[in-house]
């Protein structure tokens, strides 16, 4: 389910004042990372991570595997900012409009 462009720019504001749950650093991404970041989608749908700048792998990387891992949407990748969206699951939930 790709974003349109329209979505995309709308996410892209929503987060635009988000703080980032989580820094990317020189470990990388590993697991315990993509679980926790996992939990905030569930509970957030929109995230922002940092990617420090000892990170291995440049944000627009990093923000594509994390995508994949967490089977969510990179919305945008800002400098050093990676958003991300996955609607979440929970039913007794307000969803992210956009």
Known sequence: NMLTSKQRSN??????????????????????M?????????ARELIKISVLTNAENEAKETGAAL????????VAVIGRKVILYRRSSRKDFEHVEF
């Open 67 to 74: 995508a994949e891992a967490l089977k969510a949407d990179c």
């Open 34 to 42: 993509v679980k926790s970041l996992s939990d905030a989608l569930e």
């Open 11 to 32: 996410l892209k504001a929503l987060a635009a004042n988000l703080q980032p749950v989580a820094q990317v650093g020189k470990g990388g991404v590993n697991e315990n």
